[in-house]
């Protein structure tokens, strides 16, 4: 089957650094996103990894192993804003994505 | 100004009532899904469509019904016999064109059965 595996929840500093985790395992592989969702809201678009190694984005990078079926989503000097949901999502062979739960990131000052 | 809209926000329906949740979208986009979202779940693929008049179940369509009569629209429709309606549903669209199929979301529509 597939299967997409993140951490629940985590807390981390306003000010410091937090990496999120995303394994997978898929029929196929065309990309890997990452989504940012506030509670209530849509997700928001924040990440597209295809080839490995690492995206940067401003405050947000994304790094992909394809051979390790893994995947990370970095943020930098975090922002009380930064509180949300991060949905890691991956496009298998049909070209429909497959999402894992999201982590609920909570961001303390 | 480009982008997906849904509507209502909320909605409240008794059970055994249908409910037809609206979605459009200005981005001329050919693909447009409808997922549920779950506390606790990941994103769940209801239907999709790729194209006008065409369109495919998803991993959980019982229960749901849909149309593509417009590359704009796509009204999902919840009957009374989907057994567990109360969720957040949330409407994408997204374009082949290019790299990256980012799909691109509506604000979504909570729905309470009761």
């Known amino acids: 089957g597939q299967n997409i595996d993140q951490p629940t929840e985590m807390t981390a500093t306003e000010g410091a650094i937090v990496q999120i985790n995303c394994t997978y395992q898929?029929?196929?592989?065309?990309?890997l996103f990452w989504y940012q969702q506030h509670a209530g809201e849509a997700p928001t678009f924040l990440s597209y990894?295809?080839l490995d190694g690492l995206e940067e984005k401003g405050r947000f990078s994304s790094f992909l192993s394809r051979s390790k079926g893994y995947s990370y989503l970095l943020l930098k000097e975090l922002q009380m804003k930064d509180s949300a949901s991060y949905l890691c999502?991956?496009?298998?062979?049909?070209?429909?994505?497959?999402w894992g739960a999201g982590t609920k990131l909570i961001i303390k000052p | 100004d480009g982008g997906i809209t849904q509507s209502p926000k909320y909605l409240f329906r008794k059970e055994g009532q249908n409910v037809t949740l609206s979605c459009e979208q200005n981005?001329?986009?050919?693909?447009m899904y409808w997922y549920r979202q779950d506390p606790g779940q990941g994103l769940r693929l209801i239907y999709y469509?790729?194209?006008?008049?065409?369109?495919q179940k998803g991993d959980i369509a019982e229960g749901y019904s849909v149309s593509r009569e417009k590359k704009e629209s796509f009204p999902l429709t919840v009957t009374s016999a989907q057994k567990n309606p109360t969720a957040f549903y949330l409407c994408?669209?997204?374009?082949?064109?290019?790299?990256?199929?980012?799909?691109?979301f509506g604000p979504g529509t909570r729905l309470t059965v009761t």
């Open positions: 990894n295809v």
């Open positions: 999502a991956v496009m298998d062979s049909n070209y429909q994505l497959i």
């Open positions: 994408a669209s997204s374009t082949s064109e290019g790299d990256v199929y980012e799909q691109y």
């Open positions: 981005l001329n986009h050919d693909a």
């Open positions: 898929t029929s196929g592989f065309n990309g």
């Open positions: 469509s790729q194209i006008v008049n065409d369109f």
